[in-house]
T-cell receptor, first 109, second 117 residues
Framework: KNEVEQSPQNLTAQEGEFITINCSYS?????LHWLQQHPGGGIVSLFM???GKKKHGRLIATINIQEKHSSLHITASHPRDSAVYIC???????????FGTGTLLAVQP | EAEVAQSPRYKITEKSQAVAFWCDPI?????LYWYRQILGQGPELLVQ????????DSQLPKDRFSAERLKGVDSTLKIQPAELGDSAMYLC???????????????FGEGSRLTVL
């Protein structure tokens, strides 16, 4: 079993829909990262969080440390949101990021 | 805006040849990472530097891969000889520092896509 699991693996949505991507992890962490990767492109850091909730524009990230779970929400989704969204955790004891396999999001107009 | 620079963006080579990738992190970032990402998978850490010192290279195939960051600024990742299975995106990332309690935000470069024929 992977230490970081994301769901769903693939997601297709209609423009304007509210989207949720989930991340569960099994190790102790000091921080969790949400990253965005467009096809063929580099990776952009969206959020780094260790507790609670963060918001940036239409993106919201939450984390529940007790349940070892985080969610990334996209409100009023747009085709330009189409990308792979990757959850990565910093296992504090090792200071090494452990990546999920990503969620491929396609937002259709 | 400061960014992590990588080159080349694309590299096609034949197996058994040598390849090298270069990364220039954001100025002042002490921590530098090299990741390999195979299509359809998440990134895999190859090596992590803190300044010029290697912090973690446990996943680096040392028989063919080498990495250095001699002056603690830019870094080079080399593969010799390249194998078919090395075809992947090689990503460089940097962060201000890594501290056991509070990991810094990561900034990624655009990546170097390697195709080995």
């Amino acid at each position: 079993k992977n230490e970081v699991e994301q769901s769903p693996q693939n997601l297709t949505a209609q423009e304007g829909e509210f989207i949720t991507i989930n991340c569960s992890y099994s190790v102790g962490i000091s921080a969790l990262h949400w990253l965005q990767q467009h096809p063929g492109g580099g990776i952009v850091s969206l959020f780094m969080l260790s507790s609670g909730k963060k918001k940036h524009g239409r993106l919201i990230a939450t984390i529940n440390i007790q349940e070892k779970h985080s969610s990334l929400h996209i409100t009023a989704s747009h085709p330009r949101d189409s990308a792979v969204y990757i959850c990565a955790v910093d296992g504090g004891a090792t200071n090494k990021l452990i990546f999920g396999t990503g969620t491929l999001l396609a937002v259709q107009p | 805006e400061a960014e992590v620079a990588q080159s080349p963006r694309y590299k096609i080579t034949e197996k058994s040849q040598a390849v090298a990738f270069w990364c220039d992190p954001i100025s002042g970032h002490a921590t530098l990472y090299w990741y390999r990402q195979i299509l359809g998978q998440g990134p895999e850490l190859l090596v992590q530097f803190q300044d010029e010192s290697v912090v973690d290279d446990s996943q680096l195939p040392k028989d063919r891969f080498s990495a250095e960051r001699l002056k603690g600024v830019d870094s080079t990742l080399k593969i010799q000889p390249a194998e078919l299975g090395d075809s992947a995106m090689y990503l460089c990332a940097s962060s201000l520092d890594f501290v056991r309690v509070n990991t810094g935000e990561l900034f990624f470069g655009e990546g170097s896509r390697l195709t080995v024929l």
